[in-house]
């Protein structure tokens, strides 16, 4: 009997595999080991691989397409409405063998190894950020339980603390100097990583065709542009920018009923910070990368 379809369970040691025939009659399932993943889908004649896009999934899908699979990854909420029966991981691997044949399901697209060195180094500017703005509102909070009000933002953290220490009659105890001074250290660390981070952006800014095709558009620097390359690739995944817009959460909710429309905020779905970031000029971002001079360009 041939396999044509096959439900991959992902986990972090133990993974859960339902094989399916052309009626998409179940035929065998099977529990592996981390290690007996890759050996046992080289066993096995090309046919449909369905995962779900979890962590792992854009690694574990670039080596299932090394060996001849086509692999497609669905978005977890698209799969629970076919889950049967008590959650384990043999249900779940049959939801997602059964939700990748539905008519009309979307798929997430597979990110390449520089997509996702891209992704990692935004996402280790964007911690930094984080902890800097956490940081400086714990001082400011700090030393306005001591009468002194700082203004706030990063520049007027930065400005203010040397002064404070500075000042012998503002009424800080030589302790809490002491750690103060300590906190003001942390956050001169935490500008050194985000300008090094920065920096790693603007370079590969400079190298990426993508991204330098993606700054010719306005509002798009290098941090805006990368993120967009990073996350949509190529822009051949879409049909056209309002279904970017939809991946990212930039179109209505809708809650209609009885033939009435009711359009509500946006959605908020997809990745938080390039929508966070994201501006859509009249020239779309994704229509710029579908066009015949995008084709031209890149085959210089």
């Not at 280790?124 to 400086?136: D, F, G, S």
């Not at 190298?207 to 822009?235: C, E, K, M, W």
């Amino acid at each position: 009997m041939k396999i044509t379809t096959i439900g991959l369970d992902l986990a972090k040691s133990v993974f859960h595999v339902v094989c399916f025939d052309e009626k998409h009659k179940e035929v065998s399932k099977r529990m592996l080991r981390r290690s007996q993943v890759r050996e046992y889908f080289a066993q096995i004649e090309p046919c449909l691989v369905a995962m779900e896009a979890c962590a792992g999934a854009h690694y574990w899908g670039r080596e299932l397409e090394k060996l001849g699979h086509i692999v497609k990854l669905i978005p977890p909420q698209f799969v629970k409405p076919y889950v049967k029966g008590n959650k384990n991981d043999y249900n779940d691997a049959r939801a997602i063998a059964e939700a990748s044949t539905r008519p009309g399901m979307r798929f997430v697209g597979i990110k390449t190894v520089e997509q996702q060195d891209i992704q990692a180094l935004h996402r280790l500017r964007q911690q930094r950020v984080k902890e800097r703005t956490a940081l400086c509102n714990q001082l400011r909070a700090l030393v306005a339980e001591y009468g002194i009000v700082m203004n706030k933002g990063v520049a007027a953290v930065r400005r203010g603390i040397p002064l404070l220490l500075e000042d012998a009659e503002n009424g800080l105890s030589d302790m809490f100097r002491a750690w103060l001074s300590r906190g003001y250290e942390q956050l001169v660390e935490l500008e050194e990583h985000i300008d090094y981070y920065t920096r790693q952006v603007e370079a590969h800014s400079r190298q990426n065709a993508h991204v330098r095709h993606l700054q010719t558009l306005p509002g798009y620097g290098p941090i805006v542009a990368s993120v967009f390359a990073s996350v949509v690739g190529d822009g051949k995944a879409f049909k056209c920018g309002r279904d970017v817009s939809a991946s990212l959460g930039l179109v209505p909710r809708q809650h209609s009923s009885g033939g009435k429309e009711v359009l509500l905020g946006i959605s908020k779905r997809g990745d938080k910070y390039l929508r966070s970031l994201s501006y859509f000029p009249q020239l779309n971002p994704v229509k710029l990368l579908q066009t015949q001079h995008w084709q031209g360009f890149m085959s210089e």
